[in-house]
């Protein structure tokens, strides 16, 4: 749940015009863009509809913009945002917050609060102890203890009568991280819609939100398999309904120690690494759910988030445990649909 500072270089627009199978003799134009922005690459792909080159530019423009514009205030990187003033007066007062925060803070507590606590925006502390790709042993006992005091979205204080966010303690600190993305993404996608562009999808730093078609066929995607030097996919699939699509999983960042693996998906009840599974992708209507529940189904495991899928229709997921067994919840046809690699 770590999130680097945010890099300031700007990809300019380059639109590529791609010939491609497309349904009634007509070829399929298939234009990108990407920027940096959030800590990560943002890319939208798009197969727009009767449009202009120009018409196209311009949605791209309004949902990069869009995006842009949340980082700003999200991000607690950046010292001038909102969620860096909550940050600072922790223990302290109420700050007013824009529109934005209080969605994602809201979601966010929503989350933790069906998650068991293991989604929980306020993990900078614990995160920031757990810096796995500067660290070769593990922290002191005692250090995890002091951190983990920290951590507990309980003691988040948000009115949304007077538009105020405040933490409890001094020392706390939110991070969006984990659900500031998939909202970006789907904020970006409304603007995309808005502009008349219909069938796209947009990359948030390797967590995807999916519309539409691309021509006469569905988007297809797949999830990687976790045992890197296994080249071919777990499932590869046709994305049939707008969603978004988020993976975790512990074998990119982390170090070893004493021959284990300190990946980076923290357990907050514990303050350690969470064990048990090697992968989690999550698909949902609303790509936040999407990008907060796939760090929260790491860390709880195959049977209660299978439980929470059941309860919320919007939540679908695939399941790899240490022992290779892929499950996969019982509505996940009403997102995707499989076909073999």
């Known amino acids: 749940m770590l999130r680097r500072q945010r890099s300031y270089s700007l990809v300019f627009l380059v639109f590529f015009a791609l010939a491609a199978c497309s349904g009634g003799g007509d070829d399929l134009r298939i234009y990108e863009q990407q920027k940096i922005m959030m ?3 943002m890319k939208i792909k798009a197969v727009p ?23 700003s205030e999200l991000s607690e990187w950046q010292p001038a945002s909102p969620v860096s003033a909550v940050n600072r007066h922790a223990g302290g007062k109420a700050v007013e917050v824009p529109p934005s925060v209080i969605t994602v803070t809201e979601k966010a507590l929503d989350i933790a ?3 068991e606590g293991t989604f929980d925006v306020t993990f900078k502390p614990i995160g920031r ?8 042993v593990p922290p002191p006992a005692d250090s995890v203890s002091a951190a983990l005091d920290l951590v507990d979205y309980r003691h988040i204080r948000l009115d949304t009568l007077h538009n105020t966010l405040k933490l ?3 020392g706390m600190e939110i991070g969006f991280g984990g659900i500031a993305k998939g909202y970006a993404a789907w904020r970006a996608g409304e603007v995309l819609r808005k502009n008349g562009i219909e069938n796209f999808i947009i990359n948030a730093g390797g967590d995807l939100y999916v519309s539409g078609k691309k021509g006469d066929r569905y988007w297809t995607s797949g999830i990687k398999n976790p045992d890197t030097d296994i080249s071919v996919p777990v499932t590869t699939f046709n994305v049939i309904a707008p969603c978004g699509i988020a993976t975790s999983g512990a ?11 300190y990946h980076h ?3 907050l009840r514990t303050g350690y690494p969470a064990e048990g599974l090697k992968s989690v992708t999550v698909f949902s209507s609303d790509p936040a759910k999407a990008d907060a529940y796939a760090t929260a189904f790491f860390v709880l495991g195959t049977e209660k988030a299978l439980t929470i899928t059941r309860q919320d229709p919007s939540i679908a997921c695939i399941l790899i445990d240490r022992n290779d067994q892929v499950t996969r919840s019982e509505n996940l046809a009403d997102f995707i649909e499989e076909y073999a690699p």
């Open 39 to 41: 800590g990560t690459v």
């Open 49 to 71: 509809d009767g449009m202009s080159e120009e018409e196209v530019r311009n949605g791209f423009e309004a949902a990069f913009r869009e995006m842009n514009d949340l980082e």
């Open 113 to 115: 609060s069906k998650s």
């Open 129 to 136: 102890l757990w810096d796995v790709k500067n660290r070769t």
């Open 168 to 170: 409890d303690r001094d």
């Open 251 to 261: 074998y990119e960042n982390y170090f070893m120690h004493d021959g284990r693996r």
């Open 265 to 267: 998906i923290i357990d």
